[in-house]
């Protein structure tokens, strides 16, 4: 059965206060609020949509972070994924964020940003599944789990190349969502200005020390012992061909 999902018409003052709590989370600012609000009309969006996995106070969100919160948005032909800068966040705004993000964009990682200012990101909202689900299911297709992992490692080997460090990928649960394709997202911690470590992050993770390796090691028949080495060879020269060897080392060709 589909649940009733709550909107929020920003041009209506019917539903202040719970606009008041997202947009000024964690405390109300009313000045702040009327230049939020203002900054959102600015940006086309016309309603907020309460649905999602986390909860802020009774409220269904997508997501919530340290610096952020990400809610569904809908303006007059689209919707999207919106994130509202939190207002005890160390960052001033979320420009470097946007910069790196459309930066990935351009080589084809990470959700698509859709318009943003210095509190709002309007980007692409990514519905899925995380890789766990497929390889935790009943019947295992393996040629697909192969085909999801190789995509998100290519991806991750992009990253690397390219100079920008994820900064999250130790923990794949939440910055990895399956649709269509392999999405990396979450770029709130991104940096161009330290040692990028996503392939090496990723790898670990998904092979030798999260909590579905072990699947992934027997899935695959790897030779872990040869792929601690070959990780160790790659951090030091992050080139196409360790890349390659990798993957041949996780069986992903």
Excluded: W
Excluded at 85 to 114: A, H, T
Excluded at 126 to 136: A, E, M, Q, R
């Amino acid at each position: 059965m589909e649940l009733n999902h709550t909107y929020l018409d920003i041009n209506k003052r019917t539903n202040n206060e719970i606009l008041q709590y997202l947009l000024c989370y964690p405390k109300y600012d009313n000045n702040l609020f009327k230049l939020r609000l203002h900054e959102l009309k600015q940006l086309g969006i016309q309603r907020l949509e309460l649905v999602g996995p986390t909860l802020l106070n009774g409220n269904a969100i997508l997501g919530k972070g340290t610096r952020g919160i990400v809610i569904k948005a809908h303006s007059k032909n689209f919707y999207c994924a919106l994130k509202i800068r939190r207002l005890d966040s160390p960052r001033i705004n979320l420009l470097n964020e946007v910069k790196i993000q459309s930066y990935v964009n351009s080589f084809g990682v990470g959700p698509k940003i859709i318009n943003y200012s210095d509190n709002f990101i309007m980007m692409e909202l990514i519905n899925g599944k995380v890789l766990s689900d497929f390889y935790l299911m009943p019947s295992i297709n393996t040629e697909i789990i192969r085909c999801m992992i190789k995509s998100l490692l290519n991806q991750c080997y992009k990253l690397d190349l390219y100079g920008v460090d994820h900064g999250e990928l130790s923990d794949l649960r939440k910055h990895v969502i399956i649709n269509q394709r392999v999405n990396i997202i979450d770029f709130d911690s991104s940096s161009t200005n330290r040692k990028t470590s996503n392939l090496t992050s990723s790898v670990q993770y998904l092979f030798i020390g999260g909590p579905h390796s072990k699947t992934l090691q027997t899935l695959f028949d790897i030779d872990i012992d040869d792929v601690i080495l070959l990780l160790r060879q790659y951090k030091l020269n992050k080139n196409y061909l360790n890349f390659s060897h990798l993957l041949n080392l996780l069986n992903m060709n």
